[in-house]
């Protein structure tokens, strides 16, 4: 009896065996063998480990299986349930581990400025720039020294200036406190004139002193525009610092680029303000939102003394404006695409048909 039982038992798993090969076919790498495994990503069919790993290198294939990949109603099973379950779980667990964590929960940007920060923000759009914080995570926040003087109404900037035209690495030199009203020519003295007093660091500035300030190109790191990590704005060493920022996105603080203009071609200059990433500006909630809170801040800014004259239009007022005048484009267009009552033609419907015709001009 008991060896009756035993070679039931192993008829019955050669005969799962069995199947379970003639139900996956053949092997889809080798072709040679009857496949044994399925790759939970691809469902490759494979027979053995050499095979995995020609599959995976032929379709640069991960193996791990896509947790968010679409499936059909007919092919939705028990175990997609339980894992889609599974999967809202893991990202509520971790939405609320983030929430708990004293380092991440505040990684938002200008979530609860000080009232000091809050007000050299405010004295920034005044003079059309938009200055955005990080949080305290970031060294580029610890090491800021931007300050807004609230008796002589001056922001004093900080600025890092870099030079990749050296001998080696790029040589990065700091000044903790720049007026907003000084020359950009005059704040640069200092780096590349070959008569101004000696620094730690200035031997190594030898060709930008040969160069002179006639012989290199000033550029500032472009923020919130498209590829922006190589691109840069040219600014004009007779402007002020404040002219040379009204109209662009700062960081914390301005990080500028010295480069002689025999190097220039290596970096990619804005000429135009045409390249603004949309992506960056939100949905078109978000657009209405920016719209409302500019208009807000022009009119508490109204009656301001201090306010300075702006030279150049915000960047994010444009995609508000290029959004709101598209939003309305598309209005406009569906109305005319609404189907028109033909049956009747009383004074009623062709006043109707008038009406929305003015809307749609003064739109």
């Not at 990080?255 to 290596?266: E, G, M, R, T, Y």
């Amino acid at each position: 009896m008991i060896f009756g039982n035993t070679f039931s038992s192993s008829e019955s798993d050669a005969e799962s065996e069995s199947n379970t090969s003639t139900r996956l076919g053949e092997c889809e790498v080798c072709g040679a063998n009857e496949a044994k495994y399925t790759c939970p990503r691809c469902e490759v069919k494979t027979c053995c480990l050499d095979c995995v790993r020609i599959h995976k290198n032929e379709l640069e294939c991960t193996g791990i299986r896509d947790r968010t990949k679409f499936v059909r109603v007919k092919d939705f099973k028990d175990t997609d349930l339980h894992s889609d379950y599974r999967l809202l779980e893991e990202c509520a667990r971790f939405v609320y581990a983030v929430k708990r964590d004293e380092k991440k929960k505040f990684t938002r940007i200008d979530r609860d400025l000080p009232i000091h920060l809050y007000k050299l923000k405010l004295a920034a759009r005044r003079r059309g720039i938009v200055l955005l914080f990080l949080s305290h995570n970031f060294s580029r926040n610890a090491v800021n020294t931007t300050r807004y003087d609230f008796k002589r109404h001056i922001i004093s900037w900080r600025i890092e200036w870099l030079f990749p035209n050296v001998d080696g690495p790029p040589l990065k030199f700091v000044d903790s406190k720049c007026p907003e009203n000084k020359k950009m020519s005059e704040l640069l003295d200092k780096y590349v004139n070959p008569e101004a007093l000696p620094f730690e660091g200035s031997k190594s500035l030898t060709y930008y002193k040969s160069a002179t300030q006639s012989g290199v190109k000033i550029l500032l790191k472009a923020e919130k525009v498209k590829g922006s990590q190589k691109k840069f704005f040219e600014l004009e060493p007779s402007e002020s610092l404040c002219e040379s920022l009204s109209g662009k996105c700062v960081i914390e603080f301005p990080l500028i680029f010295v480069v002689l203009k025999d190097h220039a071609s290596n970096f990619d200059i804005i000429t135009t303000v045409d390249e603004v990433d949309h992506e960056e500006s939100g949905n078109v909630n978000d657009i209405k939102h920016l719209v409302k809170e500019v208009a807000q801040e022009k009119c508490s800014l109204a009656n301001d003394d201090c306010q300075a004259k702006r030279k150049r239009p915000l960047l994010t007022e444009k995609i508000a404006q290029e959004k709101k005048s598209e939003i309305q484009r598309e209005i406009k267009e569906e109305r005319k695409r609404k189907p028109k009552n033909l049956l009747f033609t009383t004074g009623y419907s062709s006043e109707e048909s008038i009406k929305t015709d003015s809307e749609d001009e003064d739109l």
